[in-house]
């Protein structure tokens, strides 16, 4: 609350400040240097050496570690130490109970601290002194609604995010009855616990970023071809459920192999420069690609001719707030043990420049802002389809393990989640085909043929063909490609 800007917008808010030692950490006068267990330039404070925390300081040569810590120091080495001032939270605890008690509510982040992990962090035990406080000194029950963010891409600006609200929550009679009669560590336990419950019905974790970010991808390859307007309440269900899902059976050895193609599949993406939703649509035709790669690139260059003029204002803001923000997400990542990239620093770096500059550019470079949206939009249409241009069969190829990705994605929903949830088929967004997927008879009558009629027949019996030479996959997708290229022959 003390920094510019940061504590201005806080103190707006109506914020109430928490102080962390760590916040008051002052560097010590000199280094300490040891001779075998003994120390010498000390003052009589609590240190912090590395990772070692003082207990307690027996002379002015001599002191005590209250544990090991996780770095060890060398014999002669010196080493420069913050001393660390014991805070009084009880003037924070009061204040709150206080305003809880007479039917106030407050905003709370009981991980203690942003991070940018896949899994939630453990609760800071603040959360659950002030609901059992408030139970026992006003006797009042504190109800809990656990609140979780979900961003996409939460480092750039307009990104989204989702705010998802779930079951409230009010401490049980036993719990208060414990907390009262002095038992609090074991209330305070007991609280958190529930707490935690309560938040991961409404968020989205993983193990790894990696796996993460594959069951992104299997909700999208299990959307049909035209994806229904979904709410965004039925688009969160649908996340919550592969998640739920994936935890549950994500051991098995069929979600596996279906975990390692999906991570393949972004890969080559990622090579290709080019996104799951552009492979999703594009056309093959090499006359229907010349000619939307001629409108993309017209288009990229009316939108550059508004685009530019900001783009050249906005350039040195732009730059300088992207250096600083790269300086403090090093900083921060430096200083963390629980930060994997810091992306969560930069995203506040950025959010605080842009309520200070941002207003003042803001009526005059609208259109320009837009416009550059109108570039980045047709520049990577223009990208994607001038790679499918000279790289028609590669992206030819993506689209059958696409297909083959999909219908993998959906049998495994089908298969898993009848055990998983209760009248599964009544639930379901996505209608279920009225036979099983990949069946000879629903290969030949759930493909729509624009094709002759000997087209058509030819590219019914494929499934036929496969089945009786015994092909495998790599030759599944040769022979799929010279049915196509068959195709377009007899189309000209």
């Known amino acids: 609350m003390r920094r510019r800007v940061y504590g201005d917008i806080g103190k707006a808010l109506k914020c109430i400040p928490v102080e962390r030692p760590q916040d008051l950490a002052a560097n010590g006068k000199g280094s300490l240097k040891t001779i075998g267990m003994r120390f010498i330039e000390i003052n009589k404070e609590s240190p912090k050496l ?31 130490f913050k001393i660390l001032p014991k805070v009084d939270q ?29 899994d939630i962090l453990p609760f800071k035990a603040g959360i659950a002194f002030m609901a059992l406080g408030t139970a026992v000194q006003h006797n009042v029950p504190v109800t809990i609604i656990p609140c979780g963010l979900k961003y996409f891409n939460h480092n750039q600006f307009r990104s989204k995010v989702l705010v998802e609200f779930g079951r409230p929550y009010v401490a049980t009679t036993e719990m208060i009855e414990m907390y009262k009669s002095g038992d609090k560590r074991k209330a305070v336990s007991m609280f958190l616990k529930d707490i935690e419950t309560r938040m991961r019905e409404i968020l989205f974790s993983a193990p790894s970023f990696n ?26 269900d649908m996340y919550q459920r592969f998640f739920k899902g994936y935890n549950a059976f994500k051991d098995h050895r069929e979600l596996k192999h279906l975990i390692e193609g999906i991570t393949d599949y972004r890969h080559q993406l990622k090579t290709l420069n080019i996104h799951d939703y552009q492979v999703k649509n594009m056309k093959l035709s090499i006359i229907y690609l010349f000619n939307n790669l001629l409108v993309s690139f017209v288009k990229l260059c009316l939108s550059l001719l508004f685009a530019l003029p900001g783009l050249f204002m906005l350039a040195p803001l732009a730059s300088v707030v992207g250096l600083y923000a790269e300086r403090e997400r090093k900083k921060a990542l430096a200083g963390s043990d629980v930060k994997v990239k810091a992306t969560d620093v930069m995203a506040s770096v950025k959010v605080v420049s842009a309520l200070i500059f941002y207003p003042i550019y803001c009526g005059l470079f609208t259109l320009c802002v837009r416009s550059s949206d109108g570039v980045m939009r047709h520049y990577k249409a223009a990208q994607s389809r001038l790679i499918a241009f000279f790289y028609t069969d590669k992206v030819h190829d993506l689209q059958l393990v696409r297909k083959e990705l999909k219908q993998q994605v959906k049998n495994i929903v089908n298969d898993f989640g009848p055990k998983l949830f209760q009248n599964f088929d009544k639930l379901r967004l996505v209608v279920k085909e009225g036979s099983r997927p990949g069946s000879r008879s629903n290969s030949r009558s759930g493909s729509r043929s624009t094709t002759p009629f000997k087209n058509r027949s030819r590219a019914a019996s494929k499934g036929d063909l496969h089945a009786d030479l015994g092909l495998d996959y790599k030759d599944q997708l040769e022979m799929e490609r010279a049915f196509a290229c068959l195709t377009e022959l007899e189309n000209i």
């Not at 924070?92 to 203690?112: M, Q």
Request: aromatic share 8%.
């Open 90 to 118: 009880s003037v924070v605890f009061k204040n709150v109970i206080n305003h809880l008690g007479v039917g106030g509510s407050i905003g709370i982040f009981p991980e203690g601290g942003s991070h940018d992990q896949t």
């Open 211 to 236: 796996e993460l970010q594959a069951i992104y991808m299997a909700r999208k390859l299990y959307l049909p071809k035209k994806t229904p307007k979904y709410t965004k309440e039925q688009e969160n």
């Open 50 to 80: 590395e990772d070692q925390i003082v207990e307690s300081i027996e002379s002015d040569t001599e002191l005590t570690l209250k544990e090991p810590g996780l770095n060890s120091f060398q014999i002669e080495s010196e080493y420069k």
